[in-house]
């Protein structure tokens, strides 16, 4: 059974308990192996391999610089949203008072979602106010209403009212605006550079405690867990390319800054798989060039413009082995196969064709139609985007 089955998915814009990371050197003695005999006569050993040498231990990661560059930047977001009236045409809720105003209303009356509290985070990314954080934050998943207030708190323990500048449900980014000037910020970094194992930092106000910092490295880059297609408009595609940590993230944590050992913003912590909705090892972070993108778009248009390649197509990954021979795909090709090329379209135009089967876009592997979109996603309409494709067994770049 595959992870996603047996986890729940979960965002992180509530409360509960919290979590960390401690970072610790182990120094392992000078043992030998084990060795015995199979019954073949050959030495059977253990897996453990020590070369009997002596090794200095590894410099500890220093991360106290980069929790200090941050961590002022990191803000704690407070919202309400309305009570909303969702139908009269369903059946009303009964409840104690249904005698005394049932007369007036009758079996079918104002269904009515009592007003939401929430607590999250958000990252400062400009001197004059402008702040990044997750949709989720500032908006009810289930009716898509946004916030009328919001409070923003600083590490400073001032409180600022934050209005919505634009949001963008597909990758579950949203854009919010204080009013003042030289406020810290986080430079953006560049998350296509990021490497497997190397030292993260997670930063938000989970369980509405004051600024958090928890430490870990990044286990996976390029993760779907099929958690924005919640929130995604119809006709829309999510646009999920996580990057993978074990930090220690929780319910709050989401709308935080994720950054790398120099403290520059690498990604916005978004969400978590665990089986009672905290902390299991499991972060995803939303990657900073998605995130810059998305955001320069909100800010200068006052919506995203996105790209859309023009393709139909079928992950690879999601076809059995007959289908696979009877389509033609290489067995040993991970990719998308395209199904169809509208002829209005710019794949049709750069030369793709149906029974193509693209495997990297912007030079970046493509395993899913996820990733794919997610890539594209980083392109507004117009752009050049070089596209690899594999046809009749060879590669073509265009």
């Not at 009964?94 to 005394?100: A, V």
């Amino acid at each position: 059974m595959k992870l996603s089955q047996i986890l729940l998915i979960v965002g992180i814009s509530a409360t509960s308990a919290v979590g960390s990371v401690a970072i610790y050197n182990k120094v392992t003695e000078n043992k030998a192996a084990h060795v015995g005999t199979a019954e073949n006569g050959l030495p059977a050993n253990y897996a453990g391999y020590f070369d009997g040498k002596n090794y200095a231990p590894a410099d500890p990661v220093d991360l106290t610089k980069a929790a200090a560059a941050a961590a002022p930047a990191v803000v704690h977001i407070k919202t309400k949203i309305p009570a909303k009236k969702v139908s009269n045409d369903l059946p009303r809720r009964r409840s104690m008072m249904d005698d005394f105003f049932g007369d007036f209303f009758g079996d079918y009356g104002p269904n009515i979602i009592p007003e939401q509290r929430a607590s999250g985070s958000g990252v400062i990314i400009s001197e004059d106010g402008y702040i990044v954080t997750n949709n989720h934050v500032v908006t009810n998943e289930a009716t898509g209403s946004i916030a009328d207030e919001i409070n923003v708190t600083l590490a400073n323990r001032k409180t600022y009212k934050a209005r919505v500048i634009g949001r963008d449900p597909s990758s579950d980014i949203a854009v919010l605006k204080i009013d003042g000037n030289n406020f810290p910020y986080l430079v953006y970094g560049n998350s296509d550079q990021i490497k497997l194992g190397q030292w993260v930092l997670a930063i938000g106000y989970p369980l509405t405690l004051d600024a958090t910092v928890t430490a870990g490295i990044v286990s996976a880059t390029g993760r779907t867990i099929n958690i924005n297609g919640r929130q995604t408009k119809r006709g829309d595609t999510p646009v999920e390319n996580f990057i993978q940590t074990d930090a220690a993230v929780n319910q709050g944590n989401s709308g935080g800054a994720l950054v790398n050992t120099d403290g520059t913003l690498i990604g916005i912590n978004s969400a978590i798989l665990a089986p009672n909705g905290t902390y299991a090892g499991y972060s995803f972070a939303i990657p900073v060039n998605i995130v810059k993108k998305i955001v320069g778009d909100i800010i200068q248009f006052g919506d995203v413009q996105r790209g859309y390649l023009g393709i139909s197509y079928v992950p690879t990954d999601g076809l059995n082995e007959d289908q696979v021979k009877s389509l033609g795909i290489p067995t040993n090709v991970e990719g998308v196969y395209v199904s169809e090329v509208p002829t209005d379209g710019g794949a049709y135009a750069a030369g793709i064709k149906k029974g193509d089967v693209i495997t990297k876009v912007n030079d970046m592997p493509v395993t899913s139609g996820l990733h794919m979109s997610a890539q594209i996603a980083g392109f507004r309409p117009g752009d050049k985007v070089p596209v690899t494709y594999m046809r009749n067994g060879k590669e073509y770049t265009t």
